[in-house]
């Protein structure tokens, strides 16, 4: 029997999400429930493995971890892309990389979750509510007659825009290769610059990859630039802002709020200031963390790891060109 580990399924639910029937007679699966950081301990406890199944970015496989694997032929990555495992390590060690389909919109929806949470006051009613206290504590904004900035016009930052022009808000969007042309095409305002779109808007979501140029592209100066009670929205990756700087701005109230789902470490450490600032609506990285996105992505799973049984892999993922 093949040995193939699911990792970091902290739900269990990886096996009940797709058809795995037809691969039981040659495949053992072993899913763990637990995030597992270190990477002596990770190395201890995939070395028997000769597929592992990464959910999406929760655990990194670079080319320390990968040298250290020499059981592992095939890396499954949930998703289309993995901006954690190092294509050109499992190149070179000769393991094949798959990724699977996802389920577009997800993420935009609880972006959307996010933000009514912060307007309308939702956690901190709610709390009040359950606890018995008073009737009322809050006054909401409505978000109808407010500018929404929009980071990124792709996928998701195009359903969040449509989801902002639905709710009466003004939309403007920013991207390093938007145009006034691109903009005009789906019904919202063009942001000439990073700086003016932040600070022209009420609420700024963010829906661009992290990577060398966007890492950090939020920081101390940029979120200066924006009004006093606007409010910050990230589910995209956590390294996009700079963390210190938005704990500042939150502590010191230079900016209204933030909505997170996405952090430069995951999970969050308990004693973090983003678990008790009582200007942030946080989730722990469940944008992609729905039926659907799980029936697409373990579908894929089953499907990756048959093509690659009868030599034939798909959905394959290679290092980028020179």
């Keep these: 029997m093949i040995r193939c580990a699911i990792l970091d399924d902290y739900q269990t639910t990886a096996l009940s999400h797709a058809d795995f029937a037809p691969l039981k007679d040659r495949v053992a699966f072993t899913v763990f429930s637990d995030h597992v950081a270190d990477t002596a301990a990770l190395l201890e406890r995939l070395a028997p493995f000769e597929i592992v199944v990464a959910m999406r970015e929760r655990t990194p496989f670079?080319?320390?971890?990968?040298?250290?694997?020499?059981?592992?032929?095939?890396?499954?990555?949930?998703?289309?892309?993995?901006?954690?495992?190092?294509?050109e390590a499992a190149h070179r060690h000769s393991i094949a990389?798959?990724?699977?389909?996802?389920?577009?919109?997800?993420?935009?929806?609880?972006?959307?979750?996010?933000?009514?949470?912060?307007?309308?006051?939702?956690?901190?009613?709610?709390?009040?509510?359950?606890?018995?206290?008073?009737?009322?504590?809050?006054?909401?904004?409505?978000?109808?007659?407010?500018?929404?900035?929009?980071?990124?016009?792709?996928?998701?930052?195009?359903?969040?825009?449509?989801?902002?022009?639905?709710?009466?808000?003004?939309?403007?969007?920013?991207?390093?290769?938007?145009?006034?042309?691109?903009?005009?095409?789906?019904?919202?305002g063009f942001a000439p610059s990073l700086d003016a779109l932040l600070s022209d808007s009420d609420a700024v979501s963010i829906h661009i990859p992290?990577?060398?140029?966007?890492?950090?592209?939020?920081?101390?100066?940029?979120?200066?630039?924006?009004?006093?009670?606007?409010l910050l929205l990230n589910t995209s990756r956590g390294p996009i802002v700079d963390e210190a700087a938005l704990i500042d701005a939150l502590t010191r109230r230079r900016i209204g709020g933030a909505g997170l789902d996405v952090f430069g470490q995951e999970p969050l450490p308990a004693d973090h200031p983003f678990r008790t600032l009582d200007n942030v609506v946080a989730t722990?990285?469940?944008?992609?963390?729905?039926?659907?996105?799980?029936?697409?992505?373990?579908?894929?799973?089953?499907?990756?790891?048959?093509?690659?049984?009868?030599g034939r892999p798909i959905r394959l993922l290679t290092p980028p060109r020179p």
């Design 62 to 87: 670079d080319a320390e971890r990968l040298a250290r694997l020499p059981n592992l032929k095939l890396l499954i990555t949930t998703g289309p892309r993995n901006a954690s495992i190092d294509l």
């Design 97 to 188: 990389v798959c990724g699977t389909e996802g389920f577009p919109g997800s993420t935009a929806e609880l972006t959307w979750g996010l933000l009514l949470s912060l307007v309308r006051h939702i956690p901190y009613e709610f709390a009040n509510f359950r606890a018995g206290g008073p009737w009322q504590l809050t006054v909401g904004r409505d978000l109808r007659g407010l500018t929404l900035g929009v980071i990124g016009l792709g996928t998701l930052g195009g359903r969040v825009a449509a989801f902002g022009k639905a709710f009466g808000m003004n939309v403007l969007g920013w991207s390093r290769n938007n145009t006034p042309e691109r903009s005009a095409s789906m019904g919202i």
């Design 210 to 230: 992290l990577n060398r140029d966007t890492q950090g592209l939020i920081g101390a100066h940029e979120l200066g630039l924006m009004k006093r009670d606007a």
């Design 284 to 310: 722990p990285h469940l944008g992609y963390v729905t039926q659907n996105s799980y029936r697409a992505y373990f579908t894929g799973v089953a499907e990756d790891i048959a093509g690659w049984l009868e």
